[in-house]
């Protein structure tokens, strides 16, 4: 079983920048496809931005472009997402999902766009960004 732990959600002003993280804990697997989601009151969990499993294939909402940058560590698959320009829109709880994949593989719209490709899931951790 894979189990994932975010941290670095906090609260900050309209420019400001964060820098999330999520730990696997534990996975038996070698490859795992990542990607991170955001959820806030009356909104469905909307997909971010995600990653293959060797970090070569990315994808990024439109409404994130160019303002967050999503890498991972390929040996202990920790998964990061820069995120700079932060405006009040961003706020939300962040989770951090993850699928086991093959290497070589490509991000496709669907592992962007939907939460039904992960079976791993954190806990999410708030973010906040007052105007």
């Known amino acids: 079983d894979v189990q994932l732990a975010e941290s670095g959600g906090a609260s900050v002003e309209t420019g400001g920048s964060l820098r999330l993280v999520c730990e696997v804990v534990r996975s038996p697997f070698k490859g795992l496809t990542m990607a991170w989601f955001r959820q806030n009151m009356n909104r469905e969990r909307e997909g971010v931005a995600a990653?293959?499993?060797?970090?070569?294939?990315?994808k990024y909402a439109d409404s994130v472009k160019g303002r967050f940058t999503i890498s991972k560590d390929l040996v202990t698959h920790t998964l990061y997402l820069q995120m700079d320009n932060l405006q009040p829109e961003d706020t939300g709880i962040y989770y951090c999902a993850a699928t086991p994949s093959y290497l070589g593989g490509r991000v496709t719209g669907r592992q962007l766009a939907s939460p039904e490709p992960y079976q791993y899931w954190g806990q999410g951790t708030q973010v906040t960004v007052s105007s």
């Open positions: 990653v293959d499993s060797d970090g070569t294939s990315v």
